[in-house]
């Protein structure tokens, strides 16, 4: 008994420790409590380690690559690709800012970002979501954490934070490797914006980093959704498949022009939004209004996936 | 300041401050449980009822075994006590905190091993032991490594430590899972099925390591379905069966609740049975050279004696212990391996 006594005097003056040399926790959302930040690190190590995040984040790389060098065939004979300049609406002529990307390769970090938004990055948030519960359900893994005890609320908040690094990183990739190919490929300058007005190229990068921003957070209701899924079911492929299909089924009801009413309520319904960043001055209506429908799902199904797996009972 | 209140070893649960936590007094008279549940009773949503009606009190410093067949509802115990599960009614204490509402101050200072071990196929051992140990918010990490360290020493995994768990045989999972339950001191160790997967030499090591814990005061409750496992390691036990509590007990007193047999070796098994007839032993049973009978209330030399005067000769005299398989047919008059 007095080797473990030891032990946990050491283990109090090590907490104290801890807490006097705070350190930084990553992404937003993070909770406040020290102490979590440990279990946050080895969550990100966890879902990053993975092969499947792993192939999920070189899709996305590739995604760039790709429209890059279609474009590059495309123009190859001095033509433009998609026709008229702008492009900003995406319309008939292909993906946002498509045409712009010959004359400025930073241009196909938006048209990139425009491309993946709808269905690549969302497909690869919420297979991350979806696994984030159920995984370690599957796994059996649940259960040691919570004898551990990771404690229900903290690992569930832990979990979150790591998702919503998920979706910045996965932005952030898809919007680093546009950059690469479209400074390899095609030449980088001024920028014109939407509106016609022609900005600096480092007003025009500090540009594109914003709506990184804003496309990773126009990931966070999905990312609660399929966090929420994930707490009702012990198969990690069951919540990954069935918040994919949320995501395919959301995106057909609204193209729907009967359901009118009900588009703004959906999570992708402003996703798009992002393209107003590039105007001048900025258009901030519709980008706030995805802001605040994204924390309206983060806040319902973050409340609804706390409600369920704190009352759940454990039996995988 | 959770982690001061959760990591003393506090040797008094009576003076625990939680207002919920009643039976204080049945505590101290019990001489510190470190389980005791009261009419802990599960029923699933489906109606099936797990676990009814369960008073089971633990000792501290035993080493309890808890028996029953495959789906007696010995796991369902298990993870109610740990927090996984909700009682449908009933309470249940942990080193005297109620369980599951102080499961955050309760479990840092229990190790536990449910239902197998459970690891992260593309973590090395080494990893998953870190990855468990970061959960438990209460636990140091600057001496993290060290710990992990030991706790990889101490279940011989050392040499593999730095391999994929997905390439750890059943038994080299089943000793990391262990390793996991070992990462601080613990005054409580919950081991499902420890042995489960293990080669006879790794059980030994197995049942070596239990000793060895419970001699430093780690009381320990051990499940399995092996009764010469929990009667080679086990001061005390409970056996279960259908979600029931059959009893509970030190060992040495379960196995004596079926009384043990006179034997009696001898070339002249007839004359011995005549004897040991007329002596008042019932029941009286020859197989060759073997008599055997239940032994009556009195000084069992008198009866050597009485053999000896009949002119019979006398190789072997004594009474075989009953073994802990006899007194759980007695129990529930069946075989023990029935399922579900």
């Known amino acids: 008994m007095s080797r473990a006594e030891h032990r946990d005097t050491a283990d109090g003056g090590a907490a104290a420790a801890v807490a006097a040399v705070p350190r930084a926790v990553g992404a937003g959302g993070a909770p406040s409590r020290l102490w979590t930040s440990g279990l946050f690190r080895s969550e990100l190590l966890t879902t990053f380690r993975r092969w499947r995040t792993l192939a999920l984040l070189a899709v996305l790389a590739a995604v760039p690559v790709l429209v890059g060098i279609a474009v590059r065939i495309e123009t190859g004979d001095g033509s433009s690709a998609g026709g008229g300049p702008g492009g900003g609406g995406g319309g008939g002529e292909g993906p946002a800012f498509i045409a712009q990307i010959t004359n400025n390769g930073l241009f196909l970090v938006f048209t990139a970002l425009a ?12 297979v991350v979501a979806g696994d984030a519960i159920a995984g370690e359900a599957n796994g059996g893994t649940l259960r040691y954490l919570l004898v551990a005890p990771a404690g229900r609320t903290r690992l569930l908040l832990t979990k979150y934070a790591t998702v919503m690094t998920f979706c910045l990183v996965a932005t952030l990739v898809v919007a680093a490797s546009a950059l690469a190919v479209g400074a390899l490929l095609f030449p980088l300058g001024e920028v014109t914006t939407i509106s016609g007005t022609r900005i600096g190229f480092g007003e025009g990068l500090l540009r594109a980093l914003l709506i990184a921003l804003a496309v990773a957070a126009s990931l966070l ?11 009702l079911t012990n198969s990690g492929i069951a919540a990954m498949a069935t918040t994919v299909g949320l995501l395919i089924t959301v995106q057909i009801l609204d193209q729907i022009p009967q359901l009118d009413a009900l588009h703004p309520y959906f999570f992708s319904h402003y996703w798009l939004s992002f393209a107003d960043l590039m105007r001048e001055p900025v258009y901030w209506d519709d980008l706030q209004r995805n802001l605040g429908l994204q924390a309206l799902y983060a806040a319902v199904f973050g409340s609804a996936a706390w409600a369920r797996f704190t009352s759940r009972d454990i039996t995988a | 300041m959770q982690e001061q209140s959760a990591a003393a070893p506090d040797p008094h649960p009576g003076a625990d401050p939680d207002p919920g936590s009643d039976g204080v007094g049945a505590r101290a008279g019990a001489g510190a449980a470190v389980i005791s549940t009261r009419a802990l009773t599960k029923r699933y949503r489906g109606g099936q009822l797990a676990v009814d009606g369960l008073d089971l009190t633990v000792p501290a410093g035993s080493v309890f075994g808890f028996l029953g067949p495959n789906g007696s509802g010995k796991t369902t115990t298990i993870r109610m006590l740990m927090g996984l599960i909700e009682p449908t009614s009933g309470t249940a204490e942990v080193l005297g905190r ?25 973590f090395s051992g080494r990893d998953n032991l870190l990855r468990y140990d970061a959960a438990d918010p209460t636990a140091d990490p600057r001496t993290r490594h060290a710990r992990v360290g030991a706790a990889l020493d101490r279940v011989g995994l050392t040499a593999a430590a730095g391999k994929k768990a997905k390439a750890y045989s059943l038994g080299m999972k089943q000793r990391l899972g262990l390793a996991a339950a070992l990462l601080r001191p613990r005054r409580l160790l919950v081991l499902d099925e420890p042995t489960n997967g293990l080669d006879p030499q790794g059980m030994r090591e197995i049942r070596t390591l239990v000793r060895a814990l419970a001699s430093d005061g780690t009381t320990v409750f051990l499940s399995s379905h092996l009764l010469d496992e929990i009667e080679q390691v086990c001061t005390h036990a409970a056996v279960m069966a259908r979600g029931r509590l059959i009893t509970q007990g030190p060992v040495a007193e379960l196995a004596t609740g079926a009384r043990g047999r006179l034997v009696v070796t001898t070339p002249d098994p007839a004359d011995a049975a005549r004897v040991l007839k007329e002596q008042g032993v019932g029941d009286v049973v020859v197989t060759e050279d073997r008599v055997t009978g239940e032994p009556p209330d009195r000084d069992l030399a008198e009866l050597n004696a009485a053999l000896v005067t009949a002119g019979v000769r006398v190789r072997g005299f004594g009474v075989e212990r009953a073994s802990l398989e006899d007194a759980f047919l007695a129990l529930t008059g069946e075989g023990f391996d029935v399922a579900g």
Do not use: D, H, K
């Open chain 2, 98 to 122: 109620p369980m599951p509402r102080s499961a955050r101050t309760v479990l840092p200072e229990v190790g536990a091993l449910i239902e197998g071990p459970a690891l992260y196929g593309f």
């Open chain 1, 115 to 126: 491309v993946t938004l709808p269905f690549f990055l969302p497909m690869a948030v919420g």
């Open chain 1, 221 to 231: 209701g999905i990312a609660a959704l399929g966090l929420f899924v994930s707490t």
